[in-house]
């Protein structure tokens, strides 16, 4: 039995008052695109983070609110609320919220009560980041200073990020990012031909060498897992990717194309928002690469129209293309990174069973970041522990990919590329 | 229909030094498939392997292990089909490199380097 059905119960549990569910909300959130919430008084967005029913809303002055879904008066939901003057007015009653979740106005009891200064609904801070909003869910006194993982960082011209509904519970879709083997197999037609990944010396290495050799190192805020294949008699080709507590991993970069990342933030337990982060610490973002992953291109994928939900799903098997894949087109015949990640992750059931799995040597990252999130969630529980990776120092890393000769450990051949020096290059093959 | 029933994998685990023996006495309680099998037990060892699905190499990353012998066990697991892991404990500062590190690198499909005791029983029952 690889995980004991409690190991996985904890692991893959996130509303408030599991384990992970307290773990998970002392960060904070990639909770929503700023392009859901436009512009003043717009209309309220209904949102759903670790199983808790939530509306988001952007008041006339501009401050974004999250706050609980549904009124105190009779638990109707927000959703159906007018966001005017300041604050969130119920539709059935007119009692309105402001962003902080104080009852402002109480139209239906008599004038001279003070009855809504006693009333409140939960309220969550929201805050902007580039072209992301950011939720923290946890307790006030304990708020952590902003992330400032690189790509959060960064002006907003030189990042693009989009999010994909996952009918998967997030365990499986994280541990997918940090599963550096599987590149090799599930996307290898496509790192020639990707707008994102093609041109990149590395390509060969990953395919010339399927069975890369794996090494994996503790970080203050999450894991090294580097993952080393053949390059010559002298040599070998690192890819080194980060994993960051609680859901990031950084992708090493390939050659001079945008470095790739993720998020993985659960919506309940069996769905999560799979975040795509392309970005360029340099530069602004070229016109062809914007188009290019607005297209569907590298990381991302396609939406239905009006929607973040891909167009290739479980009711029509993804599109699979059986001749693509017997051509040696798509290596599962399902088209685009995002969605072969997807399609693979989803087939594995809503929260899959991960006392019946049989890990081998490659699974050494998965193993490590379960192991991370088990320690951090029970350190929290018996000992209030400060969870890992909430420092900022912790967050500024990198992940690269690059040759080094055979007797040189990647954590000391690659040990400066693995630190986030703002305003350099990034090192990749 | 036929019901499937998976048998835990069979791990042989070896080391040196005091972590591996901490991680001896847990495994020898706890953990069902996974036998303990002193590096230096040559006749032993070789009866060990026959079954095994995976050999793990445990060990202290300042401690010392007869790297001659770590060789030619793993090579002999390899030679058998085994899978090879070395999972080594580290307390020291985060970057050091040590001989038995760059030994493992070389024996070793996998190599996990810890912080915590506890990770090399959770990574062990993990491989199971």
Redesign the interface.
């Known amino acids: 039995m690889a995980l004991t059905q409690e190991q996985q119960q904890t692991l893959v549990s996130t509303n408030a008052g599991t384990p992970m569910g307290e773990l998970f909300r002392r960060y904070w959130i990639p909770a929503l695109l700023a392009e859901e919430l436009p512009e003043p008084d717009c209309a309220p967005l209904r949102v759903r983070l670790l199983g808790e029913d939530l509306i988001a809303f952007c008041d006339t002055s501009g401050r974004y609110g999250l706050v609980g879904e549904f009124c105190a008066h009779r638990g109707v939901s927000l959703f159906f609320g007018r966001n005017e003057e300041c604050g969130l007015r119920c539709s059935y009653h007119g009692w309105k919220y402001d962003v902080e979740g104080r009852c402002i106005d109480m139209p239906s009891e008599p004038e001279e009560s003070n009855f809504k200064d006693k009333v409140r609904i939960a309220a969550y801070p929201l805050t902007r980041l580039g072209d992301m909003l950011w939720a923290y869910l946890g307790p006030p006194e304990l708020q952590p200073p902003q992330p400032e993982i690189e790509w959060a960082a960064l002006p907003a011209s030189r990042v693009y990020v989009s999010k994909r509904l996952q009918r998967s519970n997030y365990l499986q879709a994280l541990e997918g990012g940090i599963d550096s083997s599987h590149v090799s197999f599930t996307h290898r037609f496509n790192l020639d031909s990707d707008p994102l990944h093609r041109g990149s010396l590395g390509n060969a290495y990953l395919k010339r060498d399927g069975r890369p050799r794996f090494e994996v190192v503790e970080s203050d805020g999450g894991l090294f897992i580097g993952a080393r294949r053949n390059a010559d008699d002298e040599r070998y080709y690192w890819r080194i990717t980060q994993y960051l507590m609680p859901w990031y991993t950084i992708i090493p970069p390939f050659g001079e194309n945008l470095i790739g990342a993720h998020a993985w933030v659960p919506i309940d337990d069996e769905s999560c928002w799979t975040w795509s982060i392309n970005y360029h610490p340099l530069r602004a973002l070229e016109e062809r690469e914007i188009a290019d992953m607005r297209a569907g291109g590298g990381i991302h994928c396609v939406y239905k129209p009006g929607t973040y939900e891909p167009v290739a799903e479980a009711s029509n098997d993804y599109l699979i293309d059986r001749r693509a894949q017997r051509a040696n087109e798509s290596f599962s015949g399902v088209a685009g990174i995002a969605m072969q990640d997807a399609s693979l992750q989803e087939s594995m059931g809503p929260i899959q069973d991960r006392t019946k799995e049989r890990l081998g040597t490659s699974d050494s990252g998965i193993i490590m970041a379960r192991q991370r999130l088990l320690r951090a969630a029970k350190a929290l529980q018996d000992d209030a522990e400060q969870p890992p990776g909430l420092e900022p120092s912790a967050q500024r890393v990198r992940s690269a990919s690059l040759l080094l000769p055979k007797d040189v450990p990647f954590q000391q051949g690659a040990a400066d590329a693995l630190r986030l020096h703002p305003d350099t290059a990034f090192v990749s093959l | 229909m036929t019901r499937v029933r998976?048998a835990?994998?069979r791990i042989v685990v070896t080391g040196a030094g005091r972590s591996a023996g901490a991680a001896r006495a847990f495994l020898r309680a706890e953990l069902d498939g996974v036998r303990y099998q002193p590096l230096d037990a040559q006749s032993e060892f070789d009866g060990a392997l026959g079954d095994a699905d995976?050999l793990v190499f445990v060990a202290g990353a300042a401690e010392q292990v007869d790297q001659k012998r770590m060789h030619a066990v793993a090579s002999a697991a390899r030679g058998r089909g085994i899978?090879?892991?070395a999972i080594v404990l580290d307390t020291g500062p985060?970057?050091a490199?040590t001989r038995l590190?760059?030994s493992f690198?070389e024996a070793?499909?996998?190599?996990?380097?810890?912080?915590?005791p506890?990770?090399v029983r959770?990574?062990i029952?993990?491989?199971?």
């Open positions: 998976r835990a994998a995976m899978l090879v892991a985060p970057d490199e590190l760059a690198r070793a499909d996998m190599v996990m380097i810890v912080r915590d506890d990770d959770a990574v029952a993990a491989l199971r």
